[in-house]
């Protein structure tokens, strides 16, 4: 998307998504690949929301004399809106340049980046567990000892003598005796217990006191395919929510904008002339629409009963008219219920009417509590008599509703999917790039449109009821988004490249039919018929219109093109172009 006006004051969309090729002849040895040409190309992907060009949008936007205020108000609130990109699908090719052989096709060798995952760890500590220990020794003992010891010794007689002579004062002498003996007892007690009980003192702590559980995941942010072919296809989408604060979670999911690049190395035959590249981009969106919506009926609590009146009248010599009243009221706390029958009740006259000769008159008044009778008898001179029989149902209802229509507000999500393309081929002796532009009629177009589950719809409240689950349930909405998004490149339901603009799909359709207000049109715009002059360029056969004027706007506005155009054998776009003149879009 080059900005080739320079003195314009203006640049191009900020909030279109573009592709740019980048390619590179390398020198390599000729003997790594024999009788092979290696080329490396580079392709850039400037993803980022998208927002209606009217310029491509086919009508004429000044003219709102032409419209229905109410689509006019719409439309305009559709043009400045912004889809942030929820995810991404690139698919990529590489063809030859003027060459059929299959075997001459060149092919990519390698391609990056080809994944990128992210792990994430969660662990969750500080619970304490109950546990029977298996590391445990008990060991119980005892010991006693007693001892008696008696001592009873004689240990003898010791006898000394000591003499002397001689001297001035004569002769002396000594003599010693002793003995010794020992006598008694000695008792000793003695005792010991031992209770011993061993355990691991470290393990048991880490058992009472801590517990630990440890969860791994992985996220799948970008997947590649096909390599080794011609061709090579990449999804990208955002990281989940993954985080535990209650206000880390915002209202909606995680947008996937910015720059992408992917580089592949291609081979080819050495005399090849030239190699073409294509390359289809198309990004993931959600539209969200809040409209109200009434459901339910004004009931009442409601009966009927039923009387039989028969009555007659004999003429008199000088009397023969007479008036009579014949009151049936409804139970008490009731009133009787208009909207039922003739004014609330039925009537079946058995004998006697207005018109004979015995019956001048009859007339039921209908009041609140009852229903009133009154017969006027004119039968002829005496002895004639007029008799009057009649059946009455009256029905009655509470004064106030058991049950009135709820009105809510309800909200919308819608999926789509918009694509754009590039193509260009490259012819290496002349070093020339020449681009290809598809015969389409747009550069930027919608591909695929899908109702998203209204479970979704609790994402977009104003404050979520529980963090958790509102994080829990956006992740479901990522996980549903990246599916649908795979799943819609083979969809029956999917719409040809480069064919419907915005304007062509049935979410935009809706909303422009809601009133500015979230209402919507009046019953009786949505009860009449449509009108097929949208396509008066296209011959319809007899069935085909049959089934087309059958639908009411309501109908049509709320059905899935697609589907009904293969039930009446049209194009999808065909039935955008009924539904588009029914809402009074006249295009250029």
């Not at 029977?132 to 010794?153: F, M, P, Q, R």
């Amino acid at each position: 998307m080059m900005d080739t006006d320079f003195s314009d004051r203006s640049f191009p969309l900020k909030w279109k998504s573009s592709m740019a090729f980048f390619y590179y002849e390398p020198d390599l040895d000729p003997t790594v690949l024999a009788g092979r040409k290696i080329v490396y190309l580079k392709a850039v992907c400037s993803i980022t929301g998208y927002q209606v060009d009217d310029n491509e949008l086919g009508v004429d936007v000044r003219k709102p004399r032409e419209w229905n205020s109410r689509v006019y108000a719409n439309f305009h609130a559709l043009l400045r809106d912004y889809y942030p990109c929820y995810g991404a699908v690139l698919n990529f090719a590489v063809f030859p340049l003027k060459e059929n052989d299959i075997k001459r096709y060149p092919y990519i060798i390698d391609f990056e980046p080809k994944k990128r995952e992210m792990f994430t760890v969660v662990t969750e500590s500080g619970e304490v567990m109950s546990r029977s220990l298996h590391d445990l020794k008990v060991n119980t003992g005892g010991t006693t000892t007693t001892s008696l010891e008696t001592i009873d010794v004689d240990k003898g007689w010791s006898f000394k003598g000591e003499g002397r002579a001689g001297g001035k004062d004569g002769a002396s002498g000594a003599l010693t005796l002793s003995s010794s003996y020992e006598s008694g007892y000695k008792a000793a007690a003695q005792g010991q217990n031992v209770n011993l009980r061993q355990i691991d003192a470290s393990q048991e702590a880490r058992e009472t006191l801590s517990h630990t559980t440890e969860l791994q995941q992985m996220y799948h942010l970008l997947d590649s395919y096909h390599l080794g072919t011609n061709r090579a296809l990449f999804a990208i989408f955002p990281r989940p929510f993954t985080g535990d604060q209650e206000l880390s979670v915002t209202n909606g999911p995680r947008r996937l904008e910015g720059i992408q690049e992917f580089f592949f190395v291609v081979a080819m035959p050495e005399d090849s002339k030239g190699l073409c590249v294509a390359a289809q981009l198309e990004t993931s969106h959600l539209h969200k629409q809040t409209h109200t919506e009434t459901t339910g009926t004004t009931e009442y609590e409601a009966g009927e009963i039923q009387q039989t009146i028969r009555d007659s009248y004999k003429g008199g010599l000088f009397s023969n008219y007479s008036r009579r009243s014949y009151p049936i009221p409804v139970p008490g706390g009731y009133i009787v219920d208009r909207s039922q029958g003739n004014g609330g009740y039925i009537e079946s006259v058995r004998s006697g009417d207005n018109v004979t000769e015995d019956i001048e008159s009859h007339h039921v008044a209908v009041y609140d509590d009852r229903i009133e009778v009154e017969v006027v008898y004119d039968p002829g001179p005496c002895p004639d008599t007029a008799y009057y029989t009649a059946d009455y149902t009256v029905f009655y209802k509470s004064p106030d509703p058991v049950s009135e229509p709820v009105t809510s507000e309800v909200t919308e999500i819608d999926l789509f999917m918009t694509g754009r393309h590039l193509s260009a081929c490259l012819e290496f002796d002349k070093r020339s790039i020449q681009s290809h532009v598809p015969k389409w009629p747009l550069s930027e177009f919608v591909v695929y449109e899908e109702v998203l589950p209204k479970k979704f719809n609790e994402i977009y409240k104003e404050i979520p009821k529980i963090p958790r689950d509102t994080r829990q349930l956006m992740n479901e909405l990522q996980s549903c988004i990246r599916d649908r998004s795979v799943a819609s490149i083979n969809d029956m339901d999917r719409y040809p490249s480069g064919q419907h603009t915005i304007l062509d799909t049935d979410f935009a359709l809706r909303t422009i039919s809601s009133a500015p207000g979230g209402g919507r049109f009046r019953t009786s715009d949505y009860t009449t018929k449509i009108q097929v002059n949208a396509l008066a360029t296209k011959k319809l056969d007899r069935a085909t219109r049959a089934s087309l004027t059958q639908f009411t706007r309501a109908d049509l506005l709320k059905s899935n093109s697609a589907q009904t155009a293969r039930q009446v054998g049209l194009t999808p776009k065909e039935i955008m172009a009924v539904k588009k003149a029914n809402l009074g879009i006249k295009s250029k």
